[in-house]
């Protein structure tokens, strides 16, 4: 069974740093896109970055900021935070389409991490 354990959430002061972890585990084909969304309470669960396919994406809150990156033999995405700021509060979700045949994509989602930031 494929599932996405992510790790690296904390609390940390504004301006600080933190790397958030995505491993995949399972039995997969191929990972096509791999990415980060947060929901800050109270608030919709928002795209943060992304990459595969595509390409790679930033949402403007954090372009600048932040950066995914993967580990392809690992099956791993990161997500390197820096100059963080409280409104970067919030859980983080990692989220993945992935090939499991050569003929069918599945999406999956990590149980979150949750990233606090003091002011």
């Known amino acids: 069974q494929v599932q996405l354990v992510e790790s690296g959430g904390d609390l940390v002061q504004a301006g600080g740093s933190l790397r958030l972890s995505c491993a995949v585990s399972?039995?997969?084909?191929?990972?096509?896109?791999m990415g980060w969304y947060r929901q800050a309470p109270g608030k919709q669960r928002e795209l943060v970055a992304r990459e595969g396919t595509g390409g790679t994406y930033y949402a403007a809150a954090v372009k600048g900021r932040f950066t995914i990156s993967r580990d392809g033999a690992e099956n791993t995405v990161y997500l390197q935070m820096n100059s963080l700021k409280p409104d970067d509060t919030a859980v983080y979700y990692c989220?993945?389409?992935?090939?499991?045949?050569?003929?069918?994509?599945?999406?999956?989602w990590g149980k979150g991490t949750l990233v606090t930031v003091s002011s």
């Open positions: 989220n993945a389409d992935i090939r499991l045949t050569r003929y069918y994509d599945e999406e999956y």
């Open positions: 399972g039995s997969i084909f191929q990972i096509r896109n």
